[in-house]
Each structure stands twice: as structure tokens, then as C-alpha cells.
T-cell receptor, first 113, second 114 residues
Framework: GENVEQHPSTLSVQEGDSAVIKCTYS??????FPWYKQELGKGPQLIID?????GEKKDQRIAVTLNKTAKHFSLHITETQPEDSAVYFC????????????FGSGTRLSIRP | KAGVTQTPRYLIKTRGQQVTLSCSPI?????VSWYQQTPGQGLQFLFE???????NKGNFPGRFSGRQFSNSRSEMNVSTLELGDSALYLC?????????????FGPGTRLTVL
């Protein structure tokens, strides 16, 4: 079955700097890769996603890159702000309707003022 | 458009009891998935319902069950509660089956088993 590894587990960056979180997956049939942000006391919220026919997607300060050959994808946050502090989860799912979404183990991002 | 709602938000039960959690998906969404979130195991898939049928099931014991109604609202039930069932239970809805569509999460129900 699918296996997703997420690194790092914790990340601390200076406000204004960039943060990068990386996930690797095992099933080459996977074709949908969302990223979720979870703040304390809330459920995960989708922040950006990418499908396998695209190599990069950007939304303001957030971008996701996908390397299907190497089976990894990354979340990039530029010009970090205090409100970016949260736990971030990557996820992977396949094309089949029988596919389950598998989540990474999460990255706790802290923004230092 | 209202988001995914879950009730109750907090619940305290004792070992051996059973519990029912409720989830109302985003209007028009037909798929509801349930997840268990714990510090040690992360986000683990419980099951998914689409058009009142269970489509996928994770690796949880039979004490965990669920159902979906014709209006897409879903309930999950845990019988004979154990201490290890203490967790945040999250519900997510999507327009179509989760394997092909974006999921939107509710705030979760925090279950504490004493």
C-alpha cells in the first residue's frame, strides 16, 4: 500500500524567511497531492493542492512542487508571518475511487519574531 | 456556504460505554470520511461513505462503525470504549469520492475516555 514520509517533523524559521516541507510517497499511481494546515483546536484546512499532470502550483506566498519521477513533492512558504505557525500535513491519494487518502505525519512550523 | 459541522465538539466517556458522533457535510457534498487523530499515530483513516454506502475502511476494529443518511449526514459509533480511543475524531466531506476529489474537514470532536 501507499506510504508517505514527511520531513522535517519540526521547523523553526525567522519571520520573513522561507520554509520548505517535503514529502515522499511510494505508489507511482498516486495522482493527487493536497497540503493541509491545522491550527490549534481546529480541523485541517486545505491550503494548496496539485495533481500529477502539473509540476508546480503557486498561490500568493504558498507554492507546491511535484517531482513524479522521484516521487516527492514539497510545500514552499515565502515571506513567513506569525500566522503561518501551525502543523502542516501533506497527503497522497490515487486515481481510483477506491483509493484512500494517506496523510504524512505532520510538520510543526514555528515562526520566530 | 456553511462548512462541515461536527457535534458534539467535546465528549467525556468512561471505559465500556459507547458513543455516537455526528457530521453534517458541506451542502451538496456526497462523500463523508472519518479520521482519528492522536499525537502518536497522526491522522488515520477510519472509513468513507458515499451515497449511503461504505466505500472504504481503514484498519480499525469492528467496534468502530458508521453510517450515512440520505441527506449525506453521517454518524460514527464506537462501542465498548477503551482508553486508547481518546482522540480527536475528524470528519471530512467532498463532492465526489475522496480518492478523486478535495476533502474539507470539520473542527472535530474531542473524545476523552476515562
Amino acid at each position: 500500500g501507499e506510504n508517505v514520509e514527511q520531513h522535517p517533523s519540526t521547523l523553526s524559521v525567522q519571520e520573513g524567511d522561507s520554509a520548505v516541507i517535503k514529502c515522499t510517497y511510494s505508489d507511482s499511481a498516486s495522482n493527487y497531492f493536497p497540503w493541509y494546515k491545522q491550527e490549534l483546536g481546529k480541523g485541517p484546512q486545505l491550503i494548496i493542492d496539485i495533481r500529477s499532470n502539473v509540476g508546480e502550483k503557486k498561490d500568493q506566498r504558498i507554492a507546491v512542487t511535484l517531482n513524479k519521477t522521484a516521487k516527492h513533492f514539497s510545500l514552499h512558504i515565502t515571506e513567513t508571518q506569525p500566522e503561518d505557525s501551525a502543523v502542516y500535513f501533506c497527503a497522497v491519494t490515487g486515481y481510483s475511487s477506491a483509493s484512500k487518502i494517506i496523510f504524512g505525519s505532520g510538520t510543526r512550523l514555528s515562526i520566530r519574531p | 456556504k456553511a462548512g462541515v459541522t461536527q457535534t458534539p465538539r467535546y465528549l467525556i466517556k468512561t471505559r465500556g460505554q459507547q458513543v455516537t458522533l455526528s457530521c453534517s457535510p458541506i451542502s451538496g457534498h456526497r462523500s463523508v470520511s472519518w479520521y482519528q487523530q492522536t499525537p502518536g499515530q497522526g491522522l488515520q483513516f477510519l472509513f468513507e461513505y458515499f451515497s449511503e454506502t461504505q466505500r472504504n475502511k481503514g484498519n480499525f476494529p469492528g467496534r468502530f462503525s458508521g453510517r450515512q443518511f440520505s441527506n449525506s449526514r453521517s454518524e460514527m459509533n464506537v462501542s465498548t470504549l477503551e482508553l486508547g480511543d481518546s482522540a480527536l475524531y475528524l470528519c471530512a466531506s467532498s463532492l465526489e469520492e475522496s480518492g478523486t476529489d478535495t476533502q474539507y474537514f470539520g473542527p472535530g470532536t474531542r473524545l476523552t475516555v476515562l
